[in-house]
């Protein structure tokens, strides 16, 4: 079975949004996140940050790329809420580091925040219901 029709055998909650939402909505969080992330790493390459600065940037970029392996490839829900609450949780971390250093960043990151905070509760429900 292919992963979208699996995903549509999976109980949701009622309040889940279609499915068709996601691509644009990631669409537009992955503009900000390369703008927003490259000009830290640019900022670290430079020397104008320090180096330790990038480590929950990279852990964000790397559990972010692995939900979808996770969730639709190895068909996962448990694997895939703890990897979401990893996203979250670095994301976080993100967010007060940058607060002070490079405030913009960190404002533009908020739709991040709210949408994979979102996405947080939404695969926590789908795990819970579909265990």
């Known amino acids: 079975?292919?992963?979208?029709?699996?995903?549509?055998?999976l109980l949701r909650p009622s309040w889940a949004?279609?499915?068709?939402?996601?691509?644009?909505?990631?669409?537009?969080?992955?503009?900000?996140?390369?703008?927003?992330?490259?000009f830290v790493f640019y900022r670290i390459i430079k020397g104008y940050l320090d180096?330790?600065?990038?480590?929950?940037?990279?852990?964000?970029l790397i559990f972010n790329l692995l939900f979808t392996?996770?969730?639709?490839?190895?068909?996962?829900?448990?694997?895939a809420m703890f990897d979401i609450l990893a996203v979250l949780i670095t994301l976080i971390w993100i967010l007060c580091s940058m607060k002070d250093k490079i405030k913009w960043?960190?404002?533009?990151?908020?739709?991040?925040?709210?949408?994979?905070a979102f996405a947080t509760v939404l695969q926590i429900n789908v795990t819970i219901l579909n265990l």
């Open 1 to 9: 079975m292919n992963s979208y029709l699996w995903y549509q055998t």
């Open 105 to 116: 960043v960190a404002w533009v990151n908020v739709p991040y925040l709210l949408w994979v």
């Open 69 to 79: 392996p996770i969730q639709f490839g190895l068909k996962n829900n448990v694997l």
């Open 17 to 38: 949004p279609p499915s068709w939402i996601f691509a644009p909505v990631w669409t537009v969080l992955y503009i900000l996140i390369a703008i927003s992330f490259g």
């Open 51 to 60: 180096k330790k600065t990038a480590v929950p940037f990279i852990l964000n």
